[in-house]
């Protein structure tokens, strides 16, 4: 069993690892968390870590903003501000993001409805995360494992000295 | 249902001097750190601790059980006691065994389950824990002194007192783990509950209930009965490294709350027009309380010697302006505190801390603000243009310093493979400098305002153009709101000091005796003067604790 603090922060050091920005990490660090904690599937977050960086492509118009490109992890948040800011309607590029960008929306406490590659407001309610251990599948935390990895730095016997500042012996 | 009206306050202390690492690194314990808040909750509370299971050899190794009930829950400290063989004990980076190990249990466990803490304490960060376990920790002995007080309670003796005054601790935490690492509970399962809302709560009843056990160890190794005296200086000892400082950095509207509630302690008694016979002759004997602290604090640390050395200096200067006419004088406090920046930012620090202990009918009740759910949020449809204005009017100490100048970027924080523990490095000298932790929150911040145009766009839209400035965003946006937020210095610049990041959020744990190993580790001693298990109805007296023995 994994605690949630535990799943945030692997989710937010893997989509670090995986080339994604800060803010987005944190992001996608909240959205595992919020998955786990609702009982939900955490496989739009292995998927998302997965994909490659590129850039995004966004349309905005009256009420509504429309993608044309982009990783899962860069178009959630967009998704998500998209609706806080007074849109109540995004039309994505690619449907495998939809989970995702459904539970960017969700964790913001956006209920809403699908059609295909459409999502709209809906005025059902959405479920909140409880606090409580919870179980990542392996093959999912493996590959947040791997992509966290890459975040971390080899030591050396001069770093392990001086990177910790602890080259004296702790006895008193 | 009636309103009350706050007390009143003078202006607070701007975060532009509060924020700066050389004042967070003079930080001194005051009241409202958390082992004194937790102290007058367990006393409020009338909590008993029982120790239900001693299951020891002669020479104290095996395991025993502590409980209590706080809150209406019940807690218990399993506590662990190995032999730890001389060769494994080794520094602290790398050990992987310990004289002793802990686990703060939620509720009273049963035999299999003091039999799982007790396979798997021991191992820390190589076990997997549950969420019954709250907190998870390791200490070692100060082996000369723990050697001493046995020997010569074996003797039929007490310890020699100046042995106690000079280590002050028995044992040594290396690591208090909480909220949700290696499995063990998310903090959101106890926060709400009575007493365990306040920030490291269980972290900090788990180090007391160490410290207990740590005297009632050396008794039974010694065969005899230490002195009330003695137990209560001798605390427990930790030493803290470089983790704390990203905790800070990742937490800004924690840190925000903390520095808040102090800060506005300090503007109550700054208003206090008035002070009566008994409040002077409160401070006046904190005034002396504080030199003899003075005096017993020595660090083999050439700067903190140093500074040590001045604030013995300018102590008697600050006592001698304490005349009578100015204690009884209109605002005296506001007084003192405006006046003591004719000394160095660590008296003044002192001083302010001191201000604040004689009225915790006052300020107390501003610790219940010290925790918060909250956690910084983006707002998109902010515009740009209030954005960059923002940036302008707060961040002036992030945007006007030279990244590129070698000086300034010189450090990079990153996370070690091997011990996945934060570390420093130089970038000009060592490699790794690309996987760099995300802590030059400056250099973000400056990278954001190079790319924001200033017009009316939201921000939203201005981060679905430039998303790497997401972060920077949201950071700038929540200080607005949270003005404590942030560390204003730059933390990868070669000037930046570690150990100033560390000292601040110790002295809010309640920590004393700073005693600096380098520029990023340091030992310091929790819970000295603190309450015993069997005086809680009888102390909250024990700010700057000094040797009674």
């Known amino acids: 069993m994994l605690a949630l603090n535990e799943v945030a922060g692997m989710a937010q050091k893997a989509a670090r690892g995986a080339g994604f ?11 595992a968390a919020y998955l786990a904690g609702t009982g939900a599937s955490v496989a ?66 956006v209920a809403q409805n699908w059609d295909g590659l459409t999502v709209t407001l809906s005025d059902t309610t959405v479920l909140a995360a409880k606090c409580k251990p919870v179980t990542i599948p392996q093959q999912d935390w493996s590959v947040w494992s791997a992509c966290a990895a890459k975040t971390y730095v080899p030591e050396t016997e001069a770093s392990r000295l001086a990177g910790a500042g602890a080259g004296l012996t702790d006895n008193d | 249902m009636k309103d009350i009206a706050p007390p009143a306050q003078m202006p607070l202390r701007p975060p532009s001097s509060v924020m700066r690492l050389r004042r967070m690194g003079a930080a001194f314990p005051t009241r409202l750190s958390f082992l004194r808040t937790l102290m007058r909750a367990l006393a409020a509370d009338d909590v008993k601790v029982t120790r239900p299971v001693w299951d020891m050899d002669a020479a104290g190794f095996g395991h025993a059980v502590y409980q209590l009930r706080f809150g209406g829950y019940d807690y218990a400290l399993v506590a662990v006691s190995t032999d730890l063989p001389p060769e494994l004990r080794t520094d602290r980076v790398i050990a992987t065994a310990w004289d002793t190990a802990y686990v703060l249990y939620d509720g009273i466990p049963d035999q299999s389950e003091i039999d799982r803490i007790v396979a798997s304490a021991p191992k820390q960060e190589a076990a997997r824990f549950t969420a019954r376990d709250l907190v998870l920790s390791r200490a070692n002995k100060s082996v000369r002194l723990f050697d001493h007080v046995t020997d010569a309670l074996k003797a039929g003796q007490q310890p020699d007192p100046q042995k106690i005054r000079d280590t002050g601790y028995l044992m040594r935490t290396t690591a208090v783990y909480g909220n949700g690492k290696f499995g063990i509970a998310d903090r959101g399962h106890i926060a709400d509950r009575p007493g365990m809302g306040g920030p ?281 709101r949270h003005p404590y937020a942030e560390i204003r210095d730059n933390l990868i610049g070669e000037n930046c000091l570690p150990i100033d990041i560390l000292r601040c959020k110790l002295a809010f744990f309640g920590a004393g005796k700073f005693d600096p190993k380098s520029d990023r580790w340091t030992r310091i001693t929790l819970a000295q003067g603190a309450p015993l298990f069997d005086e809680l109805d009888s102390a909250d007296d024990w700010w700057l604790p000094v040797a009674t023995i």
């Open chain 1, 21 to 31: 920005p800060v803010g987005q990490a944190e992001d996608l660090g909240r959205i």
């Open chain 1, 44 to 109: 739009p977050v292995t998927a998302a870590l997965q994909e490659p960086v590129s850039n995004i492509d966004v349309r905005w118009s009256d009420g509504s903003v429309e993608v044309h490109a982009g990783p899962a992890v860069l178009i959630g948040p967009v998704i998500r501000d998209a609706f806080a800011m007074g849109c109540n309607r995004a039309v994505l590029a690619n449907i495998t993001h939809a989970p995702l960008v459904g539970a960017f929306l969700a964790e913001n406490g």
């Open chain 2, 200 to 480: 490291f709560m269980a972290e900090m009843l788990t180090v007391w209930l160490i410290r207990g056990f740590t005297h009632d160890l050396a008794e039974h190794v010694g065969g005899g009965t230490l002195s009330s005296e003695a137990k209560r200086h001798l605390g427990i000892g930790n030493s803290t490294g470089l983790g704390m400082a990203p905790f800070l950095v990742n937490h800004p509207l924690l840190l925000d709350a903390w520095m808040s509630v102090r800060e506005t302690a300090i503007a109550r008694v700054r208003a206090i027009p008035s002070l009566d016979e008994k409040q002077i002759g409160r401070i006046y004997e904190l005034v002396i309380r504080a030199a003899q602290y003075l005096a017993e604090w020595n660090v083999p640390d050439e700067i903190a010697a140093q500074r040590i050395d001045t604030l013995r200096r300018d102590w008697p200067e600050f006592a001698a302006t304490l005349t009578p006419d100015a204690m009884t004088a209109q605002r005296p406090i506001n007084r003192i505190i405006t006046q003591s920046a004719q000394w160095s930012i660590d008296t003044q620090e002192l001083i302010a801390a001191l201000m604040l202990e004689p009225f915790g009918d006052l300020i107390d009740g501003l610790t219940d603000c010290m925790a918060t759910p909250f956690v910084p949020e983006l707002d998109p449809t902010m515009p740009c243009a209030d954005l960059k204005a923002l940036i302008e009017a707060e961040w002036g100490w992030a945007c006007d310093v030279n990244y590129e100048a070698p000086a300034e970027c010189s450090l990079f924080w990153y996370v070690s493979e091997e011990k996945l523990e934060p570390r420093l490095g130089n970038r000009h000298e060592e490699p790794g400098a690309e996987l760099e932790s995300p802590l030059d929150i400056g250099r973000q911040v400056k990278a954001l305002a190079k790319d924001l145009d200033g017009d009316k766009t939201p921000v939203g839209q201005f981060l679905a153009m430039y998303p790497q400035h997401r972060a920077a965003a949201r950071r700038v946006q929540s200080m607005a």
